[in-house]
């Protein structure tokens, strides 16, 4: 009987540890519209992935769009107008006036970087080295 309980307890957390890999990054960055029609997102930790997964999800949950609809890089980590003390980075659905950059690489330290909404919500998929 002592071999039931503890497999039991061992399935018990195998289950959690799927669904903890399995959870999203969602819940680890805030979107705010800002002037212009922009998105600042603020991210638990800087990583490329927070900050696209948090404005990939507010573009296709908040927002509504296509998930064939572009966003770009218009400002890299800087402080946050939304949260005061706090990184963020800056979206568009347009390139920004540098236009944008035909860069491989989600990296939101380039400017005019895109993604698409389904790339970016993808992201939140990605795990990380903080989850």
């Known amino acids: 009987m002592p071999r039931?309980?503890?497999y039991r307890v061992a399935s018990l957390a195998t289950v959690l540890t799927a669904t903890a890999v399995m959870a999203g990054n969602e819940s680890r960055s805030a979107a705010y519209?800002?002037?212009g029609g922009l998105i600042e997102v603020v991210a638990a930790f800087s990583e490329n992935a927070i900050y696209w997964c948090g404005v990939g999800d507010h573009a296709l949950t908040r927002l509504g769009m296509p998930?064939?609809?572009r966003i770009y890089v218009w400002q890299g980590p800087s402080p946050s107008l939304a949260r005061p003390g706090e990184?963020?980075?800056t979206f568009g659905f347009a390139p920004p006036p540098q236009?944008?950059?035909p860069?491989?690489?989600n990296d939101v330290g380039i400017i005019g970087n895109t993604l698409t909404v389904s790339q970016a919500k993808k992201t939140c998929d990605e795990r990380t080295a903080s989850g």
Do not use: D, I, N, Y
């Open 99 to 101: 236009g944008s950059a």
């Open 103 to 105: 860069a491989l690489t």
């Open 67 to 69: 998930g064939s609809q």
């Open 4 to 6: 039931v309980g503890l």
């Open 87 to 89: 990184r963020a980075v």
């Open 33 to 35: 519209p800002v002037a």
